[in-house]
């Protein structure tokens, strides 16, 4: 293998494949960091600032088609300077974390790509939430990597065993980690990071992913420092997103805390596994488990071995998906009518003269 640096850094035969047949005279690089239009790249030997070429932002229809953290990007190098470069293509992504943000309709945003391993946090305090938790299950389960589930401050658990117990009963088969910044359970988490892997922190503010990435970085702080572009955060609070490696190999993405998840893609036939395999045996096939004879979801629900709350939830988080799936195909559709006529006002008048003109 040519980038042999880049191996710490997560570099693979399917990166690899892709170079050779699309990236012939670009520098690779993966994305560590992003400050609005100003990205942090490392390369082989190096780290350096990027911008995205005007290909990639006439090309762009939304957020996705942006490089974001952990993205492996081919560059090419400024005359100008020679720590700057212009981000030409972006590796097809083997995993990516979506959501959609809080406020604007259609607006998604690329929280990772390139995950091997997505750690859903969640604390054991007043933020233990069993319905959020599905709530992140089902983008992790669609981002293409594996979910496992931290939950810190155990020491501040009001009853760890039953809370371990009925995130295991909601994980579909995702892991469940406990761990508490007060002890050395970090090391349960530890095992989860493998050299070249890269590891997603994810969950509201506060949680303590902070704290656990820096008990994993141990003391060599300086390993920290080489790939970090600025680390004057100043208080506690993760402002940016960025890509670290650990001092025993294994890469790190740690992102602010999130107000709100929103859905715009989902893996419901894993998360929701229990309903989906009940739902095989309802009299119809397209029951809807309302008042249908023969569904096996309602009875499951009379017989108590399903919760209607776990159904309500499913239902709930399908539509969410659904509405903003939609949302954003509008949005994208919208932006190439933009993009490619000026206005759907231009793309009518272009239409229509073309009729004419064949005619
Ligand atoms: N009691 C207790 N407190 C913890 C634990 N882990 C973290 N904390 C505290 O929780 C607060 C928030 O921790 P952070 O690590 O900054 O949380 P974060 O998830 O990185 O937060 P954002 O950067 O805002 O996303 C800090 O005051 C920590 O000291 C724990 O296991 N037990
Ligand atoms: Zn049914």
Redesign the pocket.
């Known amino acids: 293998m040519k980038h042999k640096q880049l191996k710490t850094f997560g570099f693979n035969e399917e990166i690899q494949d892709y170079v050779t047949h699309h990236l012939q005279g670009l520098a690779l690089g993966r994305v560590i960091s992003q400050q609005r239009n100003l990205y942090e790249v490392m390369l082989e030997d190096k780290q350096i600032r990027a911008v995205v070429s005007g290909r990639i932002q006439n090309l762009a229809l939304d957020a996705q088609d942006f490089p974001a953290v952990g993205d492996w990007v081919g560059m090419r190098q400024t005359g100008l300077s020679t720590d700057t470069a212009i981000i030409e293509r972006i590796v097809p992504r083997q995993s990516v974390f979506l959501r959609k943000m809080a406020g604007r309709q259609s607006a998604v945003q690329v929280v990772a790509a390139n995950v091997d391993t997505i750690f859903i946090?969640m604390a054991l305090d007043g933020n233990y939430n069993l319905k959020r938790l599905e709530r992140y299950l089902t983008v992790a389960f669609a981002s293409g990597a594996k979910p496992v589930i931290i939950l810190?401050?155990?020491?501040?658990a009001t009853d760890l065993d039953q809370q371990l117990a009925s995130v295991t009963k909601i994980a579909s088969g995702a892991q469940v980690v406990s761990?508490?910044?007060?002890d050395d359970s970090w090391l349960r988490v530890k095992k989860f990071v493998a050299p070249g892997e890269t590891v997603a922190f994810i969950?509201s503010?506060?949680?303590?992913?902070?704290?656990?990435i820096n008990q994993l970085m141990g003391k060599k702080i300086g390993a920290t420092q080489a790939v970090r572009s600025s680390d004057s955060h100043g208080r506690?609070?993760?402002t940016s997103r960025e890509l670290m490696q650990l001092p025993d190999g294994g890469l790190v993405i740690d992102t602010?805390?999130m107000r709100e998840l929103g859905v715009v893609s989902g893996d419901f036939a894993t998360t929701f596994a229990d309903i989906t395999e009940l739902a095989q045996s309802c009299k119809f096939r397209d029951c809807r488990h309302e008042n249908e004879p023969g569904c096996a979801v309602q009875e499951a629900i009379r017989t108590g071995t399903l919760s209607p709350e776990r159904l309500a939830s499913y239902r709930k988080l399908q539509a969410e998906a659904s509405t903003n799936e939609n949302l954003r195909g509008r949005a994208r559709e919208n932006a190439k009518v933009d993009r490619m006529f000026g206005g759907k006002k231009q793309m009518k008048a272009f239409l229509k003269a073309q009729r004419k003109r064949r005619r």
Do not use: E, I, N, Y
Not at 205 to 212: D, F, H, M, W, Y
């Open positions: 946090c810190t401050k155990a020491d501040l761990c508490s910044s007060a969950g503010s506060g949680v303590g992913k902070t704290t656990l506690h609070t993760t602010p805390g």
